[in-house]
């Protein structure tokens, strides 16, 4: 729908950038902290890229003051964050960590004397290591009280002073590498029974805090974010575009019909009933995923790619693919399950040196789907490319890549935004480079590069400005005017 009549970008757009408690902080074991299901997972050798870890990361805990000054220098509007859950809660639920409170008021405190809205991730995948010691962590019931109580201690010590509140970060990824391809804790795969267990957990843990949430933080905003993978069928055979709509309930909806309507999409919950592994329901069930949806505030999307979809018989490809770490190009593999779908490359687009397609048009197919089928306001909650950068002899980093992949993507947004969408935020990923949990170090994400090195003994960690860096700067300046 390309019109003549340009609008701008919304008053009060929420300029920002994100980042996530296990890549950024370091100080795994400070103040008291307890670790993490990932403090576990990364010491097994094989589990990462050159078995790199998040034990200093790029060590935010000890720069605070130095990057939310970097933050202010380039005049961000809003700083995503998560919080490490193992922080407040180190050993017990029974005992809060008054430390690792401290940390995150300093934090909040900081982002407010300089203007930016902190948002916080209550959620980005570093549970207590104790919880999945005392009973399996996500597999259990349990968690959902625990979940609560962790959230309601957030709501209440950080309340008057945030407003953005994130509960859970991409449920889809967490889960699916978590339970189905091993590839994060705990390690499973192919529980598939066990997998949509999980995620009936998590959705209900979710809507207990978002419901807390009513009463502790009146005028706050509360959702979840959600790895939206757009999809397009390859061709329009008409056995494609059911595959295409198989992947997408499977894939999309499966999540966000949940946090948006309270209720997993039908014919997924058929086929999944028919296979045997659907989610058991519990008394309460239902009616707590859909009061809760009722009060979903936005819906968070982390974006990087879109899908292509094909028809994968019965006897076609088996494999959740193989997950490119290294950024050798072309390493990837096409996933499929057989019966619905497959995934090939997409051949109209570029890709990432991780095999990443680049696809900024996605970003707006996804919002205009958000749009028309949950009415929502959205927030992206992540968007950003991986690669590698150069730190030159002056201390310059040249990276017009990033700056093409944010641009395009920005422009993107805003004809979402010209077409009805009710955008909100946009958080590139990420703020500084930052650990990427499988790619180690090499994989850079940031406006800031960092000196932190898988190679190094004792990386200096000292922040430069990358070209991109001063990009950002401009566009928040001019409101998004500089875009075009
Ligand atoms: C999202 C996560 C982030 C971040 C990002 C980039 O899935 O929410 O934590 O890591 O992806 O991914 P990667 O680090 O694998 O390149």
Same mark, same amino acid.
């Given at each position: 729908?390309?019109?003549? #009549?340009?609008?701008?970008?919304?008053?009060?757009?929420?300029?920002? &950038?994100?980042?996530?408690?296990?890549?950024?902080?370091?100080?795994?074991?400070?103040?008291?902290?307890?670790?993490?299901?990932?403090?576990?997972?990364?010491?097994?050798?094989?589990?990462?890229?050159?078995?790199?870890?998040?034990?200093?990361?790029?060590?935010?805990?000890?720069?605070?003051?130095?990057?939310?000054?970097?933050?202010? %220098?380039?005049?961000?509007?809003?700083?995503?964050?998560?919080?490490?859950?193992?922080?407040?809660?180190?050993?017990?639920?029974?005992?809060?960590?008054?430390?690792?409170?401290?940390?995150?008021?300093?934090?909040?405190?900081?982002?407010?004397?300089? #203007? *930016?809205?902190?948002?916080?991730?209550?959620?980005?995948?570093?549970?207590?290591?104790?919880?999945?010691?005392?009973?399996?962590?996500?597999?259990?019931?349990?968690? *959902?009280?625990? !979940?609560?109580?962790?959230?309601?201690?957030?709501?209440?010590?950080?309340? &008057?002073?945030?407003? =953005?509140?994130? +509960?859970?970060?991409?449920?889809?990824?967490? +889960?699916?590498?978590?339970?189905?391809?091993?590839?994060?804790?705990?390690?499973? &795969?192919? %529980?598939?029974?066990?997998? =949509?267990?999980? $995620?009936?957990?998590?959705?209900?843990?979710?809507?207990?805090?978002?419901?807390?949430?009513?009463?502790?933080?009146?005028?706050?905003?509360?959702?979840?974010?959600?790895?939206?993978?757009?999809?397009?069928?390859?061709?329009?055979?008409?056995? #494609?575009?059911?595959?295409?709509?198989?992947?997408?309930?499977?894939?999309?909806?499966?999540?966000?019909?949940?946090?948006?309507?309270?209720?997993?999409?039908?014919?997924?919950?058929?086929?999944?009933?028919?296979?045997?592994?659907?989610?058991?329901?519990?008394?309460?069930?239902?009616?707590?995923?859909?009061?809760?949806?009722?009060?979903?505030?936005?819906?968070?999307?982390?974006?990087?790619?879109?899908?292509?979809?094909?028809? $994968?018989?019965?006897?076609?490809?088996?494999?959740?693919?193989?997950?490119?770490?290294?950024?050798?190009?072309?390493?990837?593999?096409?996933?499929?399950?057989?019966?619905?779908?497959?995934?090939?490359?997409?051949?109209?687009?570029? +890709?990432?040196?991780?095999?990443?397609?680049?696809?900024?048009?996605?970003?707006?197919?996804?919002?205009?789907?958000?749009?028309?089928?949950?009415?929502?306001?959205?927030?992206?909650?992540? $968007?950003?490319?991986?690669? !590698?950068?150069?730190? %030159?002899?002056?201390? &310059?980093?040249?990276?017009?890549?990033?700056?093409? =992949?944010?641009?395009?993507?920005?422009?993107?947004?805003?004809?979402?935004?010209?077409?009805?969408?009710?955008?909100?935020?946009?958080?590139?990923?990420?703020?500084?480079?930052?650990?990427?949990?499988? #790619?180690?170090?090499?994989?850079?994400?940031?406006?800031?590069?960092?000196?932190? =090195?898988?190679?190094?003994?004792?990386?200096?960690?000292?922040?430069?400005?990358?070209?991109?860096?001063?990009?950002?700067?401009?566009?928040?300046?001019?409101?998004? %005017?500089?875009?075009?």
């Amino acid at each position: 729908m390309m019109q003549a #009549n340009k609008t701008a970008f919304p008053e009060n757009f929420l300029w920002g &950038s994100a980042s996530a408690a296990y890549q950024v902080e370091g100080a795994w074991d400070a103040d008291g902290k307890g670790p993490s299901i990932w403090d576990e997972f990364v010491k097994v050798p094989g589990t990462t890229y050159k078995n790199t870890n998040g034990d200093v990361a790029v060590d935010h805990y000890h720069h605070l003051e130095e990057d939310v000054r970097l933050m202010a %220098e380039m005049g961000l509007k809003t700083y995503r964050f998560s919080i490490a859950w193992a922080r407040i809660f180190p050993s017990s639920m029974d005992e809060v960590n008054q430390k690792g409170l401290d940390f995150y008021h300093k934090l909040i405190d900081l982002c407010l004397e300089n #203007n *930016i809205e902190p948002m916080v991730t209550i959620y980005h995948w570093d549970l207590p290591l104790f919880l999945q010691q005392k009973y399996r962590g996500w597999e259990s019931r349990e968690v *959902i009280a625990d !979940f609560k109580k962790y959230a309601v201690t957030l709501f209440e010590a950080y309340g &008057s002073k945030v407003k =953005y509140w994130i +509960t859970i970060n991409e449920q889809n990824i967490f +889960t699916r590498m978590g339970w189905m391809t091993a590839q994060h804790p705990p390690k499973m &795969s192919s %529980e598939e029974k066990l997998y =949509y267990q999980v $995620n009936h957990n998590v959705f209900l843990a979710h809507a207990e805090a978002v419901l807390a949430f009513q009463d502790l933080v009146p005028g706050g905003m509360i959702g979840a974010s959600f790895a939206l993978h757009p999809s397009y069928a390859i061709d329009c055979k008409p056995e #494609n575009v059911v595959a295409k709509m198989d992947y997408d309930d499977l894939k999309n909806y499966w999540w966000m019909d949940v946090y948006a309507h309270g209720r997993y999409p039908k014919a997924a919950m058929k086929y999944l009933q028919t296979k045997g592994v659907a989610p058991e329901f519990e008394p309460g069930d239902a009616e707590l995923l859909a009061e809760a949806a009722k009060h979903v505030d936005f819906m968070g999307v982390n974006y990087y790619r879109s899908d292509v979809v094909e028809y $994968n018989p019965l006897d076609g490809v088996d494999s959740s693919g193989v997950f490119n770490t290294t950024g050798e190009k072309g390493s990837m593999t096409i996933p499929g399950v057989p019966g619905l779908y497959k995934n090939p490359l997409n051949s109209n687009l570029p +890709t990432t040196d991780w095999d990443w397609t680049i696809d900024p048009i996605g970003i707006r197919i996804g919002c205009r789907d958000i749009t028309s089928r949950y009415n929502l306001p959205i927030i992206i909650s992540e $968007n950003g490319l991986g690669a !590698f950068d150069t730190l %030159e002899e002056d201390g &310059s980093i040249h990276d017009p890549y990033r700056i093409t =992949y944010l641009a395009e993507h920005l422009k993107e947004i805003k004809l979402a935004i010209e077409e009805g969408s009710e955008v909100l935020a946009y958080c590139t990923w990420s703020f500084t480079d930052l650990l990427s949990w499988l #790619n180690g170090y090499q994989k850079r994400y940031g406006f800031v590069y960092v000196d932190q =090195y898988e190679e190094a003994v004792e990386p200096s960690l000292k922040r430069y400005k990358k070209d991109s860096y001063y990009w950002y700067k401009d566009i928040i300046a001019s409101d998004g %005017e500089t875009l075009f």
